[in-house]
């Protein structure tokens, strides 16, 4: 696609609740980025992947969350046992390669736990 | 521990007058730096950045930003702002081997007419 697509672009969901959400980077971008933006802050670093595997997930703030990537291209970002605090706009980024490179970023996913 | 901060939350001018946002980092490598603009319902759009060589940057919309060193500062400036600049702008510093990026809590600006 010509940008990075992330779904759903809203997301209301319940305490305790799992949830799943998407994110189609750029084609050909092997390098992909999840962010978490919560009201009033800037984005925070989640997790990256260089192609299937997850390089760095020094972000993920604890054992519910994790993401995957198994085919290098789309990625699944997962949260379980959802609590209120995961509320926010979770964005996701490619770029072309490892290292410093621009990045673009989807539109994001905004998600609120209720 | 690597940081970004953007001291000023809120920035209010007028349509037509100069703009300097400012952005301080800590970083125990080389840094790179960018800016970038997020717009109501928007994306982050990438404005500029810095990896090397010449420290004053040009980027989009009529941006600069200049890296000094000694002041460990990444400001962003414009000479005349348009109410189409109003938005959320983020300073951040790319890690050299992950290209993860540590951004600042970002500043508001307001342009008034």
């Known amino acids: 696609g010509a940008g990075v697509s992330q779904t759903p672009s809203n997301k209301v969901t319940e305490k305790g609740k799992y949830v799943e959400l998407r994110c189609d980077p750029i084609s050909g971008h092997t390098a992909l980025y999840w962010y978490r933006q919560s009201l009033g802050q800037g984005p925070e670093f989640l997790i990256y992947f260089q192609g299937t595997g997850a390089a760095d997930d020094s972000g993920l703030p604890n054992d519910r969350f994790f993401a995957v990537r198994p085919e290098g291209s789309v990625s699944t970002l997962k949260i379980q046992r959802t609590e209120r605090g995961d509320s926010a706009v979770y964005l996701c980024?490619?770029?072309?390669?490892?290292?410093?490179?621009?990045?673009?970023f989807g539109q994001g996913t905004r998600l609120t736990v209720v | 521990a690597q940081s970004v901060t953007q001291p000023d939350i809120h920035i209010t001018v007028s349509e037509g007058a100069s703009l300097e946002l400012r952005c301080n980092y800590s970083y125990g490598a080389t840094p790179y730096l960018f800016w970038y603009v997020q717009s109501p319902g928007q994306g982050l759009q990438l404005l500029l950045k810095y990896f090397s060589g010449d420290t004053l940057v040009q980027g989009i919309k009529g941006f600069e930003a200049e890296f000094k060193r000694s002041q460990s500062s990444f400001n962003l400036r414009k000479p005349s702002v348009h109410w189409s600049d109003a938005a959320e702008y983020f300073c951040a510093v790319g890690a050299s081997n992950t290209g993860k990026l540590i951004f600042g809590q970002g500043t508001t600006l307001q342009v008034k007419p």
């Open positions: 980024a490619s770029s072309s390669g490892g290292g410093v490179t621009e990045a673009f």
